[in-house]
């Protein structure tokens, strides 16, 4: 742990009364947070297109690149902004100048010494007419004899990081990271919902991993859990707190428990009571008489859960869990993420992946894993922030350092 993480009593002492009674004196230290990669991150970094460049000397740069301006259509110019319009020599990737280099006599000059000519990206290869090109930089000082245009692979998608970016230097053509991500949640989003959260993740996630050992000892559950949490600015309140609780009232033979009594479902169903006691107390209307069901086990069944499930809602305007951040020990399973999903919740941190069933990370399984075999999950389908589904959620996962001890469970369940 880096030294200037704060010790575990400031990290407790900084908390509200009722946290400091679920923590049970249990030790905290922060982790670290890894945010999830999208699908398009993980299946799109290399869609490589051709480009052409062309090189000119200095001095005649300008006239090059007003030049190839008026010939190509806007869109042509402005397509590429991920790779450097003009590069020196020296600066192209190793590859590109052993190539070029060996053309001719006059390239090995270029690439000799203090070089007075420069590099210039043309656009996209498909797009232009390679003639038209040449006649047009024919006008140009110093190419008059000879006009250079050749063909490179890169990247057709702007690099998500600075070392990715460095990666595309290294190999294809000098790549600038505009610090954005047509991939996924915008860096600059994600690294300050990082921050927000880092500070006390490691408390939601121990008050997660209580009940679900509590739950689980009990014989009611998975040893899974959920904590649900509602943060504004430095105030933070705890506003469901659910273990699974599938076995509950289950027979535990031949099939695998109560899908309905998933800790997801459990704790958003508890902030839905919420919302709806909220509801009657502002209306004034008599307290609905059936706020729980059965089948979905969403009343308080652990003295912790009932805790916070008595608690008001500290902010009970809005969308089901509009806002909310959702502290998981394990990745949740297809059904529970798309819940996370249609309930509006903003962030979610789990720390088991589970690379079968678990819905949130977008990373290929691998098809040919035994344990696949009847588990109907491990697509790598990257719930948590696709276009088509009209809501992006940031979600991470976090590395305890080893001070919580893990929870395991089968992998081949649904989370
Ligand atoms: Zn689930």
Redesign the pocket.
């Known amino acids: 742990m880096p030294d200037t993480d704060p010790p575990s009593a400031t990290l407790v002492a900084t908390q509200n009364p009722i946290v400091k009674v679920l923590l049970h004196g249990h030790e905290v230290k922060r982790g670290v947070l890894i945010p999830l990669k999208t699908t398009l991150e993980v299946r799109d970094d290399y869609t490589i297109g051709r480009i052409l460049v062309t090189r000119a000397p200095v001095k005649s740069a300008n006239a090059a690149i007003s030049l190839l301006r008026n010939l190509l259509p806007e869109e042509i110019v402005k397509g590429l902004p991920h790779l450097r319009r003009c590069s020196k020599p020296c600066d192209l990737p190793a590859h590109l100048k052993t190539r070029f280099m060996n053309e001719s006599a006059q390239s090995r000059m270029i690439h000799t010494g203090k070089s007075n000519w420069i590099y210039i990206v043309v656009g996209p290869e498909a797009m232009l007419s390679r003639d038209e090109v040449i006649k047009e930089l024919q006008t140009v000082e110093g190419l008059e004899e000879d006009v250079f245009l050749r063909s490179v692979p890169v990247p057709l998608i702007a690099p998500y990081s600075q070392m990715q970016a460095a990666m595309w230097t290294q190999h294809f053509w000098p790549a600038l990271y505009r610090k954005n991500n047509p991939l996924g949640p915008h860096p600059a989003m994600v690294s300050r919902a990082t921050e927000e959260i880092a500070g006390d993740t490691a408390v939601w996630m121990t008050l997660a991993h209580n009940v679900a050992k509590e739950a689980h000892s009990l014989g009611y559950g998975e040893p899974v859990g959920a904590c649900i949490v509602h943060r504004e600015g430095e105030k933070t309140t705890v506003v469901a707190l659910a273990a699974d609780a599938r076995w509950k009232d289950q027979a535990k033979t031949g099939h695998t428990g109560n899908?309905m009594a998933?800790a997801?479902?459990r704790a958003i169903s508890m902030v839905a009571q919420k919302l709806v006691k909220a509801e009657n107390k502002q209306t004034q209307t008599a307290p609905t008489p059936i706020l729980e069901f059965e089948a979905f086990q969403d009343s308080p069944i652990l003295e912790d859960e009932k805790k916070v499930f008595e608690l008001d809602h500290p902010c009970p305007d809005g969308y089901l869990c509009h806002g909310l951040e959702l502290y998981l020990t394990h990745e949740?399973?297809v059904?529970?993420s798309m819940a996370i999903l249609h309930s509006r919740m903003s962030k979610v941190v789990f720390r088991h992946r589970m690379p079968l069933t678990g819905g949130l990370s977008a990373e290929d399984r691998g098809g040919d894993h035994p344990a696949l075999c009847g588990a109907d999950g491990g697509r790598g389908l990257g719930l948590f922030w696709r276009r088509e589904l009209n809501w992006s959620l940031i979600a991470w996962e976090w590395e305890s350092g080893g001070f919580i001890k893990p929870l395991q469970v089968d992998q081949a369940l649904?989370?």
């Open positions: 899908p998933h997801v479902l949740p399973c059904m529970c649904h989370v």
